[in-house]
């Protein structure tokens, strides 16, 4: 297998408050952890600007226009009540996107087999018309939107492993058939939706756990819901939203995955992309806010990436 691993130049051009979980220092975390010798074989590649009027591939006519008129000459300012900007944000998503697009490009066009996105800020949140839960631009929405419009893929299947419900992608694909959205999530969690009753047009498959929820759970889930489903849509590829905050050392919820369970969800959606789509899968960072914890889970799904095992790893 080769894995390209895109990294994000302007990564910390996006500022958030002091304090706030979503901060640049999630980026040298991962950053730290895979330059490692494990992953010596990664092809590397650092993100250029993408074109922002992409958002409007499933955003709303104005929303790049209100992102705009929200951005400060200077220091941050806020969306809502956990959602910021900063004068050099949008620089940053712009970055981030491109860096996205080039995982595709790469992807499709047989230079890579799979490829991972150390990019910020996080996407799945930001509905058509709405930024929020740290979230401006729904990166992995648009890069389905991209690969269909661009490379005519048929169906694109999205599956969300961060510990809160994308609400923002959801909202985006509910009602269109040729994208397949599964997301598993802690309930109740930020942001309150994706009950399994959210079902879309028959495209939408939402799984909840509770609080406290380990890995075994997880991995009936995925094995029994999930994957039959997804292997029941047959895309063309696979985007994964992969955040690392259902770690049981994340801040923000009360998930109990390990770094192994990473590892194992990885591999079982890689089994599915080789069955299905040429082992296509373009993989974009979204949250995990404890450092150690999102260093382990990205370390333990890019190894298996690159090669179908975790080998040795120092978390």
Same mark, same amino acid.
């Given at each position: 297998?080769?894995?390209?691993?895109?990294?994000?130049?302007?990564?910390?051009?996006?500022?958030?408050?002091?304090?706030? %979980?979503?901060? =640049?220092?999630?980026?040298?975390?991962?950053?730290?952890?895979?330059?490692?010798?494990?992953f010596d074989k990664l092809l590397r590649r650092?993100?250029?600007?993408?074109?922002?009027?992409? =958002?409007?591939?499933?955003?709303?006519?104005?929303?790049?226009?209100?992102?705009?008129?929200?951005?400060?000459?200077?220091?941050?300012?806020?969306?809502?009540?956990?959602?910021?900007?900063?004068?050099?944000?949008?620089?940053?998503?712009? $970055?981030?996107?491109?860096? %996205?697009?080039?995982?595709?490009?790469?992807?499709?066009?047989?230079?890579?087999?799979?490829?991972? !996105?150390?990019?910020?800020?996080?996407?799945?949140?930001? *509905?058509?018309?709405?930024?929020? #839960?740290? !979230?401006?631009?729904? $990166? =992995?929405?648009?890069?389905?939107?991209?690969?269909?419009?661009?490379?005519?893929?048929?169906?694109? %299947?999205?599956?969300?492993?961060?510990?809160?419900?994308?609400?923002?992608?959801?909202?985006?694909?509910?009602?269109?058939?040729?994208?397949?959205?599964?997301?598993?999530?802690?309930?109740p969690l930020y942001p309150g939706t994706g009950?399994?009753?959210?079902?879309?047009?028959?495209?939408?498959?939402?799984?909840?756990?509770?609080?406290?929820?380990? #890995? *075994?759970?997880?991995?009936?889930?995925?094995? $029994?819901?999930?994957?039959?489903?997804?292997?029941?849509?047959?895309?063309?590829?696979?985007?994964?939203?992969?955040?690392?905050?259902?770690?049981?050392?994340?801040? &923000?919820?009360?998930?109990?995955?390990?770094?192994?369970?990473?590892?194992?969800?990885?591999?079982?959606?890689?089994?599915?992309?080789?069955?299905? !789509?040429?082992?296509?899968?373009?993989? &974009? &960072? *979204?949250?995990?806010?404890?450092?150690?914890?999102?260093?382990?889970? =990205?370390?333990?799904?890019?190894?298996? &990436?690159?090669?179908?095992?975790?080998?040795?790893?120092?978390?």
């Amino acid at each position: 297998m080769t894995t390209l691993l895109v990294s994000q130049p302007n990564f910390a051009d996006h500022v958030t408050p002091q304090g706030h %979980a979503e901060r =640049a220092d999630r980026i040298r975390a991962v950053e730290d952890v895979l330059s490692q010798a494990r992953f010596d074989k990664l092809l590397r590649r650092d993100a250029v600007s993408g074109d922002l009027t992409l =958002a409007e591939l499933v955003h709303d006519g104005n929303y790049l226009a209100k992102l705009r008129a929200a951005r400060p000459a200077e220091g941050i300012g806020q969306l809502d009540a956990d959602t910021f900007i900063s004068d050099k944000s949008l620089s940053a998503a712009a $970055t981030g996107l491109g860096g %996205a697009l080039s995982a595709l490009d790469s992807v499709l066009l047989g230079e890579v087999d799979n490829a991972f !996105c150390a990019i910020r800020p996080p996407g799945h949140h930001a *509905e058509i018309a709405t930024p929020m #839960g740290f !979230c401006l631009i729904n $990166t =992995a929405a648009i890069v389905a939107r991209e690969a269909q419009r661009k490379y005519g893929a048929e169906r694109v %299947a999205i599956i969300d492993f961060d510990v809160h419900h994308g609400n923002g992608t959801q909202d985006i694909f509910k009602d269109d058939p040729t994208v397949f959205y599964a997301s598993s999530h802690q309930m109740p969690l930020y942001p309150g939706t994706g009950k399994p009753s959210e079902t879309g047009v028959g495209n939408i498959v939402n799984v909840a756990f509770d609080a406290n929820t380990d #890995g *075994e759970v997880m991995r009936d889930a995925y094995l $029994t819901r999930i994957i039959p489903a997804l292997v029941n849509f047959s895309p063309d590829l696979i985007l994964l939203s992969a955040g690392f905050d259902a770690h049981e050392l994340d801040p &923000l919820a009360q998930l109990r995955w390990t770094s192994s369970d990473y590892s194992w969800l990885t591999g079982k959606l890689m089994d599915a992309a080789d069955r299905l !789509c040429g082992n296509r899968i373009v993989s &974009l &960072l *979204e949250g995990g806010y404890d450092l150690k914890g999102l260093a382990g889970g =990205a370390s333990h799904h890019v190894a298996m &990436l690159m090669d179908g095992a975790v080998g040795r790893l120092d978390e």
